[in-house]
Structure formats: C-alpha cells, structure tokens
C-alpha cells in the first residue's frame, strides 16, 4: 500500500448519525491535514496535525472532531451534522518543514452526503 | 479580495491543442507554487510543484512563475484526452502548514 489511503469512499447519513472517516499514510511524513471540497470552491482546510501539534481553522464547526493518534493515521469523527456538510472530505499529507519535501499529497477523499 | 483566483471555466479544446491555464495571487509572500490534476471521483494529484519564480518543464507539461506579476501558468502541449479533468493551482509561503488554493480550472480535450 502506497501514498495515502481514505476509507470509506463513500458514506450517507442521517444528521443524527455518528460516523468516522479514517485516513492513513504510507509516505513517512510528519504532517496530516483534512480538507474540504465543495463544488466551486476552493478547498478549505478544517484541521492540521503538524509534528503531533493541532492547528485548526476556527471556521469549523465542532460537530466535526479529528483525531490523530500517530503520524500515520487520522481520523475525523463526525456528529449531527447538516445537509450543507456534504462534500468530498479529502485527506492529505506533507513533510515540514516544507524545504525538506514536497508539498501535500491527497489520498482520493471520502465523498460524503448528509440526508 | 482572495488569495488565490483563478478561471474556472468551463475550458473545451481540441486533441493537440496548446492548453494555457493561469492564476493570479495577492500575497507577495508566497514562495511555493504547484498545480494539481484532479480526475472525476479521485484526489488532487501534484504534476508541477516550482519554487520561486523560473520555469519548469516536465515532458508536455510547463509551470512559470513571474513573481514581479503575482501570476503563475500551465502550460500542455500537444493536449490528449486523457488531460481532461480539473487543475488545481496552489501556493504557500516558505513557513507554517497553509496552502492557498484556486477553485479549479475544468478542461476537457475531445478528441
């Protein structure tokens, strides 16, 4: 398995559901992040886990809740959310400083829909 | 007034064609510019990633970087099929873990 790697692909729920999307990366690098992806926008980045330090965007509702428990694997867990959270909510991974590495890669996003 | 613009099409051209896609930026402060392809139902993939200003090439694909205008290209020769999809500009400054995006250009090359 290489690169990064986002399950599930795709998710439906209700907006009293709990869900989690989990994301996990092959590449040895020290910096994770969830992006979101809406139609005709520019991606927004909700959260950063940067050398085990959180950086978030305070635009971020808090029914969306990441987690990260090693430099390899990230969560996003996922409580009563709202029609308007559907999105493609893609993973990413880079190396910091950014002098020592190329910039983000992305694994294929988890295409979500909330009814 | 954002930091990132970029066309967002709808860019259609024919197979062979020279595909010209730009974005212009406010913040001098950015040192890293990269483009990314992004196919139908699948993630950004980086193709160019530069530093400063210049020029890159990598086979039909070149990034330029003018700094002194705040604007950055792709350029793909000899376009296929295969290129449709949406490209992505991006940039970040030398420091931090904020990239800046532009909203997507769509192309489609028919054949």
């Known amino acids: 398995e290489t690169g990064v790697t986002q399950t599930p692909r795709h998710l439906v729920m209700g907006m009293t559901n709990k869900k989690s999307l989990k994301c996990e990366q092959h590449l040895g690098h020290n910096a994770m992040y969830w992006y979101k992806q809406s139609a005709k926008k520019p991606l927004e980045l909700m959260f950063v886990y940067s050398l085990e330090e959180r950086v978030e965007n305070n635009s971020v509702p808090s029914r969306f809740s990441p987690e990260c428990p090693n430099s390899s694997h990230l969560f996003l867990h996922l409580h009563t959310l709202q029609p308007e959270d559907s999105a493609l909510y893609l993973c990413?991974?880079?190396?910091?400083?950014?002098?020592?590495?190329?910039?983000?890669?992305f694994g294929n996003g988890t295409r979500l829909t909330v009814t | 007034q954002k930091e990132v613009e970029q066309d967002p099409g709808p860019l259609s051209v024919p197979e062979g064609a020279i595909v010209s896609l730009n974005c212009t930026y406010s913040n001098s402060a950015f040192q890293y510019f990269m483009w990314y392809r992004q196919y139908s139902r699948k993630g950004p993939e980086l193709l160019m990633y530069?530093?400063?200003?210049g020029n890159k090439e990598d086979g039909r694909f070149t990034a330029q970087v003018d700094k002194s205008s705040k604007y950055i290209s792709l350029f793909i020769r000899d376009s296929q099929p295969s290129d449709s999809a949406t490209y992505l500009c991006?940039?970040?400054?030398?420091?931090?873990?904020?990239?800046?995006f532009g909203t997507g250009t769509s192309l489609t090359v028919i054949p």
């Open positions: 990413a991974s880079s190396q910091v400083p950014r002098d020592r590495g190329p910039p983000l890669h």
């Open positions: 991006a940039m970040s400054g030398s420091a931090g873990n904020q990239f800046y």
């Open positions: 530069t530093y400063s200003s």
